[in-house]
């Protein structure tokens, strides 16, 4: 029997980098969906969970996708929710590339790094890959976890809903400025960049000069780095005295993942992969 991955994209257009890792995970066919939210996806989730018999219902999924991780989680608890019995399939969450791209670049660093016990401040955190790096910091260990905004409201409204989901405890901060940046950073032995495409975060002498500073992470794929100094594909590399992980060093383990991610949703039809299961996946993929 064909494995069908049906594709629910909260934006308009379904994506296409979603579509080729889902062939490169195992799925054999694709149906995608754009535009689907908490209001509109009951027919289509009743149409995944009633069609095929109990033993075969592994062998279809959902995958929710699109680049608002509020209305991504929204759509899974809508989905999950429309679950009972056996009526059920397995179904992942990676709104913006937020669970896989965030556990490779934390996986990564604890494959080469003590997280535990250690102060991690989350740059430009507010987006889907910065709110879930924030949640996996302090899951794994951080004694203490910083999510930085422009905009000290929206940090603030992260972190409630990072602690209403997985009761990680972080704490919000606004970087307006380079003082306020440093502020933020002021102690902290990692730094994870999660910026936009093309934002520079902080510039060489900021991050060099930073004495306590001893991890960095940059999720940026295009230049300019979110991170100035570090090249793309560092992978563990040492700079100035830190541990440096470049966009497409965590970009390699991220697809790694997202491909593991996907076959995991056909092995069973009870799975949910959100934050949790998917760092504990990538975790097991760097040892």
């Given at each position: 029997?064909?494995?069908l991955l049906l594709h629910f994209d909260t934006d308009t257009v379904p994506g296409t980098f979603d579509a080729v890792v889902a062939y490169d995970g195992g799925a054999d066919r694709l149906a995608q969906y754009g535009g689907v939210s908490a209001d509109n996806c009951e027919k289509l989730t009743e149409g995944a969970i009633y069609t095929r018999a109990p033993a075969d219902k592994k062998n279809t999924a959902i995958f929710i996708s699109g680049g608002d991780l509020?209305?991504?989680?929204?759509?899974?608890?809508?989905?999950?929710?429309?679950?009972?019995?056996?009526?059920?399939?397995?179904?992942?969450?990676?709104?913006g590339g937020c669970n896989t791209t965030a556990a490779a670049g934390v996986a990564l660093l604890a494959s080469k790094y003590e997280i535990a016990g250690r102060t991690a401040t989350v740059l430009a955190g507010t987006g889907p890959v910065g709110q879930r790096a924030a949640v996996m910091l302090a899951a794994s260990g951080?004694?203490?976890?910083?999510?930085?905004?422009?905009?000290?409201?929206?940090?603030?409204?992260?972190?409630?809903?990072?602690?209403?989901?997985?009761?990680?405890?972080?704490e919000a901060r606004q970087c307006r400025d380079a003082g306020e940046t440093a502020?933020?950073?002021d102690g902290a032995q990692i730094a994870f960049g999660a910026g936009k495409t093309g934002v520079?975060?902080?510039g060489l002498t900021q991050w060099r000069e930073l004495a306590a500073l001893e991890a960095v992470i940059d999720v940026n794929t295009r230049p300019p780095p979110g991170f100035e100094g570090i090249e793309m594909n560092d992978?563990?590399?040492a700079r100035h005295g830190k541990i440096v992980f470049g966009g497409l060093g965590v970009g390699a383990l991220k697809l790694k993942l997202h491909r593991a991610c996907i076959a995991a949703l056909f092995e069973t039809n009870d799975r949910v992969l959100d934050a949790p299961d998917v760092l504990e996946l990538a975790r097991s993929l760097t040892h």
């Open positions: 029997m064909d494995k509020d209305e991504g989680q929204k759509l899974l608890t809508a989905v999950t929710g429309a679950f009972f019995d056996r009526f059920r399939v397995s179904v992942m969450l990676d709104s951080a004694r203490e976890v910083r999510l930085t905004s422009r905009n000290l409201g929206r940090a603030e409204q992260a972190c409630a809903l990072m602690k209403q989901r997985f009761g990680a405890v972080i502020a933020a950073l520079q975060l902080l992978r563990a590399a």
